[in-house]
Antibody, heavy 120, light 111 residues
């Protein structure tokens, strides 16, 4: 059974850096073909894909946020970490992590999400 | 503005069928059979309902079906049930700079 749990601060101030951790179970990110991604959803708005990291450490970023995002993995801890710099109130959203098999284009398993509010 | 266009809302009565459209371009929906659909109830995580245009994951009701014609994909829900009331999002692989894009979402109301 694949499960995810996102964790991190619920409130960050503008210009600060956000660090979110995705802790998962039921699979290994060292297994060929596996990937974990981050998707966010502002309140009342649509989903937006942010970043993805593959089992071989290949990484993909949303072009519009590329210069602010960093995704890393720690296979020994079964964790994926997303950092986003220079946070702005428009970055207020629920942040989800999710599982994707390499070579596919769908997220089959999702975490419950964590709401991050950007405010001073 | 989302890369894929969905109607903001659709509605139907219990037992009826509804279809939600998802319109993209030849760089995404029309160019690849990598369209997926997600159901999201309020306050919950999205749930995969359809992948690769027409495939249903194990455990998803066969009342849900997907199709594609040209640059438009569709999700059809037959035999509407109250529990189907949710937001639905389409997604596609794209050859544009962003590998994956989502639609703006459609709110389904079961009357």
């Amino acid at each position: 059974q694949i499960t995810f749990k996102e964790s991190g601060p619920t409130l960050v101030e503008p210009t600060q850096t956000l660090t979110l951790t995705c802790t998962f179970s039921g699979f290994s990110l060292s297994t060929s073909g596996v990937a974990v991604g981050w998707i966010r959803q502002p309140p009342g708005k649509a989903l937006e894909w942010l970043a993805l990291i593959y089992w071989d450490d290949d990484k993909r970023y949303s072009p519009s946020l590329r210069n602010r995002l960093t995704i890393t993995k720690d296979t020994s801890k079964d964790q994926v970490v997303l950092t986003m710099t220079n946070m702005d109130p428009v970055d207020t959203a629920t942040y989800f992590c999710a599982h994707m098999y390499g070579g596919t284009s769908y997220f089959g398993y999702w975490g419950q999400g964590t709401l991050v509010t950007v405010s001073s | 503005q989302s890369a894929l266009t969905q109607p903001a809302s659709v509605s139907g009565s219990p037992g009826q069928s509804i279809t939600i459209s998802c319109t993209g371009t030849s760089s995404d929906v029309g160019g690849y059979n990598y369209v997926s659909w997600y159901q999201q109830h309020p306050g919950k995580a999205p749930k995969l309902m359809i992948y690769d245009v027409t495939h249903r994951p194990s455990g998803v009701s066969n009342r849900f079906s997907g199709s594609k014609s040209g640059n438009t994909a569709s999700l059809t829900i037959s035999g509407l049930q109250a529990e189907d009331e949710a937001d639905y999002y389409c997604s596609s692989y794209t050859s544009n700079s962003t590998p994956w894009v989502f639609g703006g979402g459609t709110k389904l109301t079961v009357l």
